[in-house]
């Protein structure tokens, strides 16, 4: 999943651009990307509960380490550098929710629903089939009695 933060520089407060709380399932990989007009060398720090980790960021992008993906807020400062001017902008949390077991648990049910649905599709086709000969089967033998 990626994430897009627009970092403005007139309130240095960085807002979400996607819709949140964020889903992620399984081993679903988190990319933060930051919408700024210049990619001088930012440095994310991050916050998950007591998780706390400083990341350099490459080309405005980084993919957040797998333990802070975990149900909670992720906060993240900002920070820029360049030359002798440094800014800082704290962004909107991340929300990460957990996906409702019984949803998930519905997926097996939607599988087996259309293997069935395929199967009975394959059934009615035979008796399609089927139906089609005995109409010619019966033709014929009306055929026969008329002569």
């Not at 997926?107 to 199967?119: A, F, G, H, T």
């Amino acid at each position: 999943m990626k994430i897009q933060i627009q970092l403005d520089k007139t309130n240095n407060i960085g807002s979400l651009v996607n819709s949140e709380p964020f889903l992620l399932v399984g081993n679903e990989t988190l990319e933060i990307e930051f919408l700024c007009d210049d990619k001088s060398v930012l440095v994310a720090n991050l916050k998950n509960g007591a998780l706390q980790k400083q990341l350099l960021v490459y080309n405005g992008k980084f993919i957040v380490p797998v333990e802070f993906i975990s149900v909670g807020e992720i906060e993240i400062i900002v920070s820029e550098y360049s030359d002798n001017l440094s800014r800082k902008w704290h962004c909107e949390p991340i929300k990460i929710i957990k996906p409702r077991e019984d949803v998930f648990e519905g997926y097996s049910l939607i599988r087996e629903l259309k293997k069935e649905i395929s199967e009975l599709k394959a059934k009615i086709n035979v008796l399609e089939d089927e139906t089609i000969d005995l109409k010619q089967h019966i033709s014929r033998i009306w055929e026969l009695q008329e002569s």
